[in-house]
């Protein structure tokens, strides 16, 4: 196992057990496989994800946490990720995003066994923090069950602080610092940065055919930045020199994992002002996607459907539009049916239910191809924007993605404030995973 690897969904953990599981990324919805040994991490499986909510502990957005640090003096800060994480040596390079200036440390992984060491603070306020917010939630509700009375869990973890470019200013003694010689940049920050007249050599480290947008679809939905030099990553790593010109550099890969390795070689090279695109080109395709302005970097791509912010999609749901919203899941997932059972996790209202393998050839597709149609999965896996260009291709003229798919609205609606409306527009959730 990857000891620095996270678990982005609730997971059953069983004593010396070699099990397979599928995680998910939060950061970029991809999905991944890991094969490990469990040693004892949880002792009873842990389930409703977001059901215990402002009911066992108190939920905080980063935008507020200022304000709520500062009505809690005395406060105390936990982060239970990994050792590698905290440290920013995880072989996970997206995951060295640094740690919160004095606070505790306890793994999530040895929490359970650990608990009694915070016996301190049972009555003080405890907040808690990991990478996305999935890890302290499981953390915030063991504690709570132990009799701890003042437990908050900070809603999106590091992540939403970079998302949100809230690491840039620190408050009430909170601080984010980092070992990593390099600037993460989130895309917001980055538009900011553009915006007020600041010029960066965009150095793309995806491989040609990414680049081009000949690999996939989902690639070709993601572009590229129109003044980016392709130089990709294996060729970039066996380069004895570099012919960059003297200014701000920016490292851009598809979600983040190669561009830090980049800035490295750059910065044993003499380079000094060098920084990574957070969550690479999959971050920055959600973040316009969702972004209330157009930004003004230049960025091109050509796809023939749309893709839909979540908050597009309930304006349409809300304003009683006339489309067809077709679920790609397999019937065991849109069923609440699948052995997964994080995968359970119900339908987007309205609804109909065409796996992605059947599509071709079913016959529930509309007659009309003048009526919007919008295709979703459990995330923005690559068959998505496979089915989308289908649909296209088969003369539909209305075609769109919602993106990030069911598990984004969920995620959404519980991590970024004021958001919490999108979670009506999934229905039939089982108790488990509510």
Not at 13 to 32: A, G, R
Not at 87 to 100: M, Q, R, V, W, Y
Not at 233 to 245: D, G, H, L, Q, W
Not at 289 to 304: E, H, L, Q, Y
Request: net charge neutral; aromatic share 10%; with cysteine.
């Amino acid at each position: 196992m990857n000891r620095d690897t996270e678990s982005h969904s609730s997971i059953a953990f069983i004593q010396f057990s070699k099990i397979e599981i599928t995680c998910i990324n939060t950061k970029s919805f991809s999905m991944f496989k890991i094969i490990f040994v469990v040693l004892l991490l949880i002792a009873t499986t842990v389930n409703a994800q977001f059901k215990a909510d402002n009911v066992k502990y108190t939920t905080v957005f980063p935008e507020e946490l200022c304000k709520t640090l500062m009505a809690n003096q005395g406060y105390t800060v936990l982060d239970v990720r990994s050792q590698g994480e905290v440290d920013d040596t995880s072989t996970s390079e997206s995951l060295n995003i640094g740690h919160i200036k004095n606070s505790l440390h306890i793994d999530i992984r040895q929490l359970p066994q650990r608990w009694k060491e915070l016996l301190a603070y049972k009555d003080k306020p405890l907040f808690i923090y990991c990478s996305h917010s999935q890890r302290s939630r499981r953390a915030s509700r063991l504690l709570a069950d132990s009799g701890f009375t003042k437990v908050y869990n900070i809603n999106g973890g590091l992540t939403n602080f970079y998302n949100q470019a809230i690491e840039s200013n620190p408050c009430a003694g909170l601080e984010i610092v980092t070992t990593v010689p390099y600037k993460i940049l989130s895309s917001k920050e980055f538009v900011a940065n553009t915006r007020s007249g600041r010029s960066y050599y965009i150095v793309d480290l995806r491989s040609d055919s990414i680049f081009q947008g000949i690999s996939n679809e989902k690639t070709r939905a993601e572009g590229h930045f129109s003044d980016a030099v392709n130089v990709p990553f294996e060729t970039f790593s066996k380069s004895a020199s570099f012919n960059i010109p003297s200014k701000p550099i920016l490292l851009v890969d598809e979600y983040g994992d190669e561009s830090p390795k980049a800035a490295k070689l750059l910065i044993d090279k003499g380079y000094k002002d060098v920084s990574i695109l957070f969550d690479g080109m999959d971050g920055w395709v959600d973040y316009t996607t969702n972004a209330t302005d157009k930004p003004v970097v230049k960025w091109t791509r050509s796809i023939g459907y749309n893709l839909l912010p979540a908050d597009d999609f309930n304006k349409m749901v809300a304003g009683k539009k006339e489309f067809t919203l077709i679920d790609l899941r397999t019937k065991d997932e849109f069923t609440n049916a699948s052995k997964n059972y994080w995968q359970n996790i119900g339908q987007v209202k309205g609804s109909v239910n065409i796996p992605f393998d059947e599509l071709k050839t079913s016959n529930s597709l509309p007659t009309s191809k003048d009526n919007p149609i919008i295709v979703y999965g459990f995330n923005s896996q690559p068959n998505i924007f496979e089915a989308a260009k289908w649909l296209k291709d088969q003369g539909y003229k209305n075609v769109s993605i919602l993106e990030g798919g069911i598990w984004s609205l969920r995620w959404t609606s519980h991590n970024i404030k004021g958001k919490a409306y999108l979670n009506d527009l999934v229905v039939n959730v089982p108790e488990e995973n509510r």
